[in-house]
Structure formats: structure tokens, C-alpha cells
């Protein structure tokens, strides 16, 4: 069975929870020169990848790997039918929101938005939420780099995660409307789960173990 973890700061926030719940990686997990991806545990039918936090959902709903760990914004922006949450884990924890140039939101009044158009990374969450406004959205897709978007003209305005606020303050930016809060969640195919009932509810006892403990 294969768990694919987010890397980066999730990857910190989640791995005291995975030990917790007693699944230890292989020693090169923690060296920071390992180039590998796969890693096996103290389980013998479970391995761990590390892979970039929006593929762990596409890993996990194509069965590539049968659980996992994912931010809501993931899951809400691709909405897989085939991936279950059973588990808030209560970590990483930010906001998808709407941010402007500081000069346009002195005078901007968003209840009169008709059209706009802005830069994300979530096209599809973003075109949703203003389409239940009444809103027609214009959405530019980018990986990375959103706050420059505003300053050269790509767009007026952003959607983008939110934990501090400090990048988008140091790039002329502010926030000007939440959409969502934003946690991570332990996620599991559903139809592993059917095949791997005992094995996965196994873990997830062990997940939800650490996290009441």
C-alpha cells in the first residue's frame, strides 16, 4: 500500500501526526540529499512518496497510491469522486482569498463586481465562488509567482492561499475577501477501501488515535 505525503511545510506538520499514529519511515526520509521518492516504513505493506501537494489527490484518486494527505483547497479544486476524507487533521491551516493592489482597494466596492479577471491557482474553486455571487470570472491559470500578477498588468486581482498575509503585504498587495479556510485532510480511494477495508481502517484508527492523543 502507498501513502503519498505533500512535500514542504505540510510535510513537517503532518509527520509528528504519521509517527504518532506509529508508521516510521526508512532513515533516508529524513536526509535531506536523498534524492529518492519512495521510502518504505516500519510496515511492511506500506511505503510512503513524497510528491508535490496538489499531485497527491491525482496519485490517490487514480489508485497510484491508495491514501494520503491533502489540503481541502486540492480536494475542493479537482472534486474527485474518488477520493474519501475521513479526516480533518487539523494542520496547515490558511485561506483561499481575494487580493487587490493596496491603491485599488482604496476605492474598489467588490458588491459592484460584474466581470473580473485574476490570476490562480484554482480556476475552478475561484470561477465557483463568484459564479454563486453573480460574478463572471475571468480566471488566468498560474503555478506560482501570483503576486506579480497585479503589478504587471496580467490581471487587477488575485485568488491565492493566505497563512500570514506577509508575501502579499511585501508585494503591494491586500486581502479583500476570504473564500474558504483551508485545513489538510487524510484521504483514502474509495475503492482501495472497499478491496483494503481492514488495512486502511487499520491506519486510519492509528490516525485518528494520535490526533485525540
Sequence with gaps: MIMALPKGRIL???????????????ADFDNPKSRKLTFDTNHDHLKIIRVRSFDVATFVAFGAAQIGVAG???????????????????????RLSVAELKELSETDDPSQWSHVRVATKYPNLTAQYFAQRGVQAECIKLNGAM???????????????????????????????????????????????????????????????????
Excluded: Q
Excluded at 12 to 26: N, Q, S, Y
Excluded at 174 to 199: C, L
Design 12 to 26: 513537517e506538520e503532518v509527520m509528528p501526526i504519521i509517527r504518532a499514529a506509529g508508521i516510521e519511515p526508512e
Design 72 to 94: 481541502n483547497d486540492v480536494l475542493l479544486e479537482f472534486d474527485y469522486p474518488e477520493i474519501y476524507a475521513p479526516l480533518d487533521l487539523d494542520i496547515g491551516h490558511c
Design 147 to 213: 503576486e506579480l500578477a497585479p503589478s504587471l498588468g496580467l490581471c487587477r486581482r488575485i485568488v491565492d492561499l493566505v497563512s500570514t498575509g506577509a508575501t502579499m503585504k511585501a508585494n503591494g498587495l491586500v486581502e479583500i475577501e476570504k473564500i474558504i479556510d483551508i485545513t489538510s485532510r487524510f484521504i483514502v480511494n474509495r475503492t482501495a477501501f472497499k478491496t483494503r477495508s481492514e488495512e486502511i481502517s487499520d491506519i486510519i484508527d492509528r490516525v485518528r488515535g494520535a490526533l485525540d492523543g
